[in-house]
């Protein structure tokens, strides 16, 4: 475990150079009020990227539109060069797979058919199960540690079981690209990092190229390789978290004095806030 | 069913790869060369049991009337045999008996295929204003003396389309909300039916009246030739059925959860809606808005069969069984005086409706 975690939090990529996914001029709106404008990003290959920033920074509405959830006003998400908007969706499936920020299950939908459904851009209406599916869904649900509640309904399940679920659909996908949007929201801090753990461990194991949208700054400074800073909209700095995690930053992007420390167990930067608390 | 539902696992799948449940449990698969699919165990015990039922009480309704014979009498009647109750069975109850199969089973899979789409028990095509539009024009046609029975399902089409269209549209804001769906459908059902009144008060008296048994929902004087457009549509419509039966499993996920898994989740949920829309519109034609069988019909098919979407075959029985029933015991119960079915499903549905709305206060999803 620490082996892996500081190899992530050493010496990481800088500004990567290659990449699948990239967002190129990108503007996003919500009808008519802009809420990401000209944005440039590289997702770098086979690393964790982390996306952070204050509240309504964009940080969400960009992973959607990474996963054309989100049509862009203007500018374009390309996938190999490709632009995603003229792209067919399913073949987008196959190589771009997305857990939003709360996915909703059916009502008393089993733990082992939710899984199954991640196979759907790899089936079709008369090919609904292969060996191939068969695999793939034994697999993500080995990894994520799900198999032993394949027969239970989702709806029972603890927040953090059930996240763990949601993981193995999207793994079930077996894409080479994987968006996860705030996975961790809602969960207590053991399933936070029990959650960021397996993230982790999918992309050292399958050199999986993972996109994260994390709330807290810490969290996201011990997990990326890649960090992206955003703020009103624009990316405001990016790189390995040790470079770009500095007093100045957290001020800038989240107008918060601070202290940053390194992390007494990775050796990640931790950003401590720096006023005490006072009474007024 | 030709082929064996496999148990066990892919067995040539290697045993290095084969986990507890990596198919979905309780499904069965099917293989026909390249081509595998899906099949729920409990839906096709469920569908077996429902076939039974639905054959036992179809029988039922061809002893039982103004004259009643026996299941044995009637076999012989179906059978081609000859019987001094071939005139009553064949010509009298047999096609009323197949309008209402026909008809219950076209609400099921309309109920069914809105609610999945609207993800809300209550979208059925009788609350968010199809089978109301579909009523309005009908009634209307009636008033100006424009219609027969051969001519009403297919203004009726016209008119469900339309309203469906109409909540549509109102509905739309960039994607379709399923609270504001719903909430959008009663609205204009409400429109319409004041409508549909102020049509029934604008023609004559007898034309109201008569109108006002069709709204009600009836299965009187159907024959064959009357109920032709909606088992022609049952029958036009069997590959989209099939193609929503699989559509289904994506639709009842969320949409963005839908949409990373590669669904064209507009496109499929305007078929689904279209297909609907049309078998609930050709259906209230045929024998007027049978109220609550849409609703009632698909949550019935859905707790019984216990999968996570709403199975569209145990649906369209249930709907069938349903209107049959409650046409037998219309015809019966007041006998010789007939209780339009719509009377009856309609008393069974409302309360149905309450207890669903009182169940999804006290904690559980409806």
Same mark, same amino acid.
Request: hydrophobic residues 50%; glycine residues 10%; aromatic residues 4%.
């Given at each position: ?84 908007? +003229?792209?067919?969706? +399913? ?35 008369? +090919? ?153 | ?55 036992? %009480? ?18 012989? %009647? ?78 009726? %089409? ?123 519109? %050709? ?84």
């Amino acid at each position: 475990m620490s082996a892996e975690t500081s190899a992530a939090t050493g010496t990481g990529p800088g500004t990567a150079a290659g990449g699948r996914l990239a967002a190129r001029g990108l503007t996003l709106a919500y009808e008519s009020r802009t809420v990401v404008e000209d944005l440039d990003l590289v997702v770098p290959d086979g690393r964790v990227t982390v996306i952070v920033g204050p509240n309504a920074c964009g940080k969400s509405t960009t992973l959607r539109a990474l996963g054309r959830l989100l049509k862009p006003v203007r500018g374009a998400v390309l996938l190999d060069g490709e632009e995603l908007a +003229k792209l067919p969706t +399913k073949r987008i499936a196959r190589s771009i797979g997305l857990l939003p920020q709360t996915p909703v299950a059916p009502e008393a939908i089993t733990v082992a058919d939710l899984v199954a459904r991640g196979r759907q851009p790899h089936q079709a209406w008369w +090919k609904q199960w292969s060996e191939e599916d068969e695999r793939a869904v034994t697999e993500a649900m080995a990894r994520t540690d799900v198999a032993g509640l394949a027969d239970r309904s989702v709806d029972e399940l603890s927040g953090g079981q059930r996240q763990r679920v949601w993981i193995a659909m999207a793994l079930a996908q077996e894409t080479d690209l994987l968006l996860l949007d705030e996975p961790t929201t809602y969960l207590d801090i053991a399933h936070q990092v029990e959650v960021l753990d397996l993230v982790r461990r999918l992309n050292r194991a399958r050199g999986r190229t993972v996109v994260l949208v994390l709330h807290d700054l810490n969290q996201a400074a011990r997990y990326a390789d890649h960090l992206i800073a955003m703020k009103a909209g624009r990316v405001v700095a990016q790189g390995a978290p040790s470079e770009i995690v500095t007093e100045a930053m957290v001020r800038d992007v989240f107008g918060l004095p601070s202290v940053v420390v390194p992390d007494p167990v990775t050796g990640s930067p931790l950003v401590v806030p720096g006023a005490p608390w006072e009474e007024s | 069913m030709s082929a064996p539902v496999k148990d066990a696992p892919v067995a040539s799948a290697a045993p290095a790869v084969k986990g507890p449940g990596a198919r979905p449990a309780g499904y069965g698969l099917l293989r026909f060369g390249p081509a595998s699919f899906l099949v729920h165990r409990r839906s096709v015990l469920a569908a077996a049991v429902l076939l039974l039922l639905l054959a036992a %009480v179809s029988v039922a309704y061809l002893c039982v009337g103004e004259k009643t014979f026996s299941p044995g009498e009637v076999l012989t %009647v179906l059978t081609g045999g000859d019987s001094p109750a071939a005139f009553v069975v064949e010509e009298l109850r047999e096609p009323r008996l197949v309008t209402a199969l026909a008809v219950g089973a076209a609400f099921g899979i309309a109920g069914a295929l809105i609610q999945t789409v609207a993800r809300n028990p209550l979208a059925s095509p009788d609350i968010i204003g199809v089978s109301q539009g579909a009523g309005a024009v009908t009634v209307a046609a009636m008033t100006f003396g424009l219609a027969s029975y051969t001519v009403l399902p297919y203004l009726s %089409v016209a008119g469900g389309v339309l309203a469906a269209a109409l909540v549509h549209a109102f509905a739309w804001r960039g994607g379709l909300h399923a609270t504001r769906f719903v909430l959008i459908g009663i609205g204009i059902a409400i429109a319409l039916r004041s409508l549909i009144t102020l049509f029934m008060t604008k023609g004559d008296y007898l034309v109201a009246q008569q109108a006002q048994i069709w709204m009600t929902g009836s299965l009187n004087g159907r024959g064959w030739e009357e109920s032709a457009p909606v088992r022609w549509t049952l029958l036009l419509m069997l590959p989209a059925v099939l193609w929503a039966a699989r559509a289904q499993r994506t639709v009842s996920l969320d949409d963005a959860t839908a949409t990373a898994l590669g669904v064209r989740l507009g496109r499929v949920r305007l078929g689904l809606v279209a297909v609907g829309v049309v078998l609930a519109s %050709v259906a209230t034609g045929v024998a007027g808005p049978v109220d609550f069988v849409a609703l009632l019909a698909p949550q019935i098919a859905r707790r019984v069969t216990r999968t996570a979407q709403i199975p569209l075959l145990c649906s369209a029985l249930l709907g069938a069984l349903v209107v049959v029933a409650a046409d037998l015991i219309g015809r019966r119960l007041f006998s010789p005086v007939e209780l339009p079915v719509g009377v009856l499903t309609a008393a069974v549905g409302a309360p149905y409706l309450i207890w669903l709305i009182v169940r999804s206060r006290t904690g559980g999803k409806a």
